[in-house]
C-alpha cells in the first residue's frame, strides 16, 4: 500500500518504464529510511547496468541507496513487475503562461500572476511525466514568475521539479526577444530586456542578475513564433554578447544564446557563450568551415544532431573529393548542398 504522502513521488504512466521523480540523493546513512521501491529492473545510467530486483531506499523524500534486500519495517512500493529509471531532465523548457497558446501576442493577453499559475500547473505535469530537473531557457515576464517558482519549489512551496532559469531576453528592439508585436501607433513602453547598444545589453544583464536569474538569455538571431524576426538574421551584435557574457561570468552567471542562423550561432560562439539554444536553420552547414560548429559540439553535442530547416540544405552521400581523400572521418562528415557529385559547396574544400 503507498502511503498518501509518498505517492507523488513516483509516476504510473501506460507505459513498461515507470520513473521515479524523487528530487535527489541523500547521503547515504545520513536520514532515516522512510519507504523503499522494489524494482523489478533498475537501470543505472552511469554504468549502463540493468539489475534485478533491486530496492531503492527513501529518506526525507530523497534516495538514500540501493540495496538487494528489503529494508525491516518501512513501506514497500512494489514495482516489480517494472523498470525503474532516474528523473529526466529538460534542458530547454518555457515553463509560464499556456504552452497550448502559442500565439505571438498571448504574453500580452495574460497577467504575470496568472502566468505564475500556469506555471505550477505545467511544472506538476512535468514532475507527473518523470521529469526532475528543468532549465527554464527565459520568460518574457517582467516579474520573473519562472524565479519565483524556482524558488518556491526549493523552499517546498510547490510540487515540481528542481529549476535553474534564465531571467528575461536580452533582445535588441524589434528583436525575437521583443513582446511588443502591435501597430506602431500602440506601441508598448519600452521593455528593460531591449538592449540596442554594448552598455544597454549591461544593463539588461546586470537586472536578471539583480533579480536572481542563473542563467543569461540571448537573442543572437531572429525565431520562428514572432511576426517581427527572420530566424535567419543575427540580432545582438558580436560586441553585445561580448559584453554580456563579460557581465555574467564576472557575476558567476552562465549565458545561454537563441541561435539559428548562421551568422549569429558563429557570432555568438565567438563571444563565448556557454551554449547554443536550438542551432538549427541553415547554421550547421555554413559555420563548419570557420570550426564554430565544432567548437560548440564540444560543449553541446546537441548541435551536431540539429535538423536544418533550410529547404535548400539537403543532406546528401559524400562528395568525390572527400571520397577521394581515403580520410573515412572526412567522408562521413561530408555535406553538399546538391545531391550531384560536384566539391563545389563542400564544407571541406580549402581547410
Known amino acids: 500500500m503507498v502511503r498518501p504522502e509518498l505517492r507523488w513521488q513516483f509516476v504510473f504512466p501506460c507505459t513498461l518504464l515507470f520513473l521515479v521523480v524523487v528530487t535527489g540523493s541523500a547521503q547515504q546513512g545520513s536520514e532515516k529510511v522512510t ?3 522494489h524494482a523489478g529492473r ?12 533491486g530496492y531503492i531506499t527513501i529518506a526525507k ?23 525503474v529509471l532516474p528523473g529526466l531532465i ?17 504574453g500580452l493577453r495574460m497577467s504575470s500572476p496568472q502566468k505564475a499559475i500556469w506555471g505550477v500547473h505545467n511544472l506538476q505535469t512535468w514532475l507527473d511525466h518523470g521529469f526532475t530537473a528543468i532549465r527554464d531557457a527565459g520568460e518574457d515576464d517582467l516579474g520573473y514568475g519562472q524565479l519565483a517558482l524556482r524558488d518556491s519549489i526549493e523552499k517546498g512551496l510547490i510540487r515540481g521539479p528542481r529549476m ?17 508585436v502591435l501597430a506602431s501607433d500602440q506601441e508598448l513602453p519600452r521593455r528593460p530586456n531591449i538592449a540596442d547598444t554594448v552598455d544597454a545589453v549591461s544593463v539588461a544583464v546586470r537586472r536578471d542578475i539583480k533579480y ?3 542563467w543569461i538569455k540571448l537573442m543572437a538571431t531572429g525565431g520562428v513564433m514572432d511576426p517581427i524576426s527572420d530566424y535567419r538574421v543575427q540580432e545582438l551584435s558580436e560586441e553585445q554578447m561580448v559584453r554580456a557574457v563579460e557581465v555574467a561570468h564576472r557575476a558567476g552567471k552562465k549565458v545561454m544564446a537563441h541561435a ?6 558563429k557570432a555568438a560562439v565567438r563571444a563565448g557563450v556557454d551554449s547554443i539554444e536550438h542551432g538549427t536553420g541553415d547554421g550547421r552547414r555554413r559555420c563548419a568551415p ?16 540539429a535538423r536544418s530547416a533550410d529547404r535548400n540544405f539537403t543532406r546528401t552521400r559524400s562528395c568525390q573529393l572527400c571520397q577521394r581523400s581515403g580520410d573515412s572521418e572526412r567522408t562521413r562528415a561530408c555535406f553538399s548542398s546538391s545531391p550531384g557529385p560536384s566539391s563545389e559547396n563542400c564544407l571541406w574544400r580549402g581547410r
Do not use: M, Y
Open 35 to 37: 519507504a523503499a521501491i
Open 42 to 53: 533498475l537501470i543505472d545510467v552511469r554504468s549502463g547496468r540493468v539489475t534485478t530486483n
Open 61 to 83: 523524500g530523497r534516495i538514500a541507496g540501493v540495496s538487494e534486500s528489503a529494508p525491516v519495517g518501512v513501506p514497500v512500493v512494489d514495482l516489480s513487475r517494472f523498470t
Open 90 to 106: 529538460d534542458c530547454h523548457a518555457h515553463v509560464l503562461g499556456n504552452p497550448k497558446d502559442q500565439s505571438s501576442a498571448s
Open 164 to 180: 535553474v532559469s534564465a531571467g528575461n531576453f536580452v533582445s535588441v528592439n524589434g528583436g525575437h526577444g521583443d513582446a511588443d
Open 212 to 214: 536572481g536569474a542563473d
Open 260 to 265: 539559428e542562423g548562421a551568422e549569429g550561432i
Open 290 to 305: 570557420d570550426g564554430a560548429t565544432r567548437h560548440v559540439a564540444g560543449s553541446n553535442p546537441l548541435l551536431l544532431s
